[in-house]
């Protein structure tokens, strides 16, 4: 069956367009985001994986607190001291608690990454639903009768 109305053409044209471009700038992204963190040094990324403590709302890079300084240097201490990224993750988990990773990490880091997928198929799934309900809906009364037709009785003056 075919589609019917302006809405329907028109999604059935911009959908792919969408796709194509949403696809292009994610590759985009993905590829500077990628060729940016090649360039970073351990420390910056050190720095970037672990939350302030005094506020938690932003990463030790970022925040100039005095507990974002004392996280700095403990890290900066840890790597003079030649101990690996998960020693010094080890370390300061311990003293400050899971809360203090940017990304967590085991079933929590999981949930992170699946639950905004989920999302993206459970809302295609509806739209994929919705679609079907709008093909298989009957055509109007008034479909396939000429203009002429729809004309007669009212009256024009």
């Not at 367009?17 to 351990?42: E, K, M, Q, W, Y």
């Not at 890079?61 to 993750?89: F, L």
Request: glycine share 6%; with cysteine.
């Amino acid at each position: 069956m075919k589609l019917r109305g302006s809405f329907a053409e028109a999604f059935v044209f911009l959908l792919p367009v969408s796709v194509a471009i949403n696809a292009t700038v994610l590759g985009l992204i993905l590829t500077f985001a990628t060729a940016a963190r090649a360039d970073d040094s351990r420390l910056h990324r050190l720095y970037h994986s672990f939350m302030a403590p005094c506020c938690w709302t932003k990463n030790v890079a970022e925040h100039d607190s005095q507990a974002a300084q004392d996280v700095r240097a403990r890290i900066d201490a840890m790597v003079q001291a030649g101990r690996t990224d998960d020693e010094i993750k080890t370390a300061l988990v311990g003293a400050y608690g899971r809360r203090i990773l940017a990304l967590p990490d085991g079933e929590q880091g999981t949930w992170l990454f699946v639950t905004p997928l989920a999302a993206v198929a459970a809302a295609a799934g509806m739209l994929w639903w919705l679609l079907a309900r709008l093909k298989h809906r009957a055509p109007p009364a008034h479909a396939g009768v000429a203009p002429a037709e729809l004309d007669e009785g009212w009256d024009f003056e």
